[in-house]
């Protein structure tokens, strides 16, 4: 059998389609029949990178867009990329370091993107600063 299947999805940028990437990656994921612990690890970084789109990206900007891929190859090989056209990264290198954030006084912990990548086998940051950032992420679905 093969799991082939691709879904795309644009989403505005609010905090109530973090929980509906959540569900839609899961629903998607679930049909190369992962693991709970495989299927709950993806959904975390999913939301991840839709929060950083959803609170980083469009900061003080209304009507923005979060763009959502994910694909699943014939080998339940699970490929997500999360894009926004916000305000982008300046240096990827250091907002990938464990505890950096621009957002302290909100609390934030500076963790996304070190738990995208422990989460995930793969993890891909692209970004230019005034165009938006593209989050690539891989994870094998299929039991051993
Ligand atoms: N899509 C994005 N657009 C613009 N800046 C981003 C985006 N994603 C991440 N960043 C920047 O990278 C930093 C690190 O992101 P990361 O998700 O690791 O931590 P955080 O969002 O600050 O905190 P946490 O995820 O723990 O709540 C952010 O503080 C922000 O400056
Ligand atoms: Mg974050």
Redesign the pocket.
């Known amino acids: 059998m093969s799991f082939e299947n691709e879904v795309r999805l644009v989403l505005p940028a609010k905090s109530v389609n973090e929980g509906y990437a959540r569900v839609a990656v899961a629903a998607l994921a679930a049909q190369a029949d992962p693991t709970a612990a495989t299927l709950a690890d993806v959904k975390t970084a999913v939301s991840?990178?839709v929060?950083?789109?959803i609170?980083?990206?469009y900061?003080g900007v209304e009507g923005g867009r979060v763009y959502i891929k994910m694909k699943l190859d014939g080998e339940g090989l699970m490929t997500i990329s999360?894009r926004?056209t916000?305000?982008?990264?300046a240096d990827v290198k250091q907002?990938?370091e464990?505890c950096?954030?621009?957002?302290?006084a909100e609390e934030?912990?500076?963790?996304?993107?070190?738990?995208?990548a422990a989460f995930m086998d793969s993890l891909k940051?692209r970004?230019a600063p005034g165009r938006?950032?593209t989050?690539t992420m891989k994870k094998r679905l299929l039991r051993e």
């Open positions: 991840e990178a929060t950083n789109a609170v980083h990206a900061r999360v926004d916000g305000c982008g990264i907002a990938l464990p950096f954030t621009t957002a302290a934030r912990s500076g963790m996304g993107f070190s738990i995208m940051v970004s938006g950032t989050v």
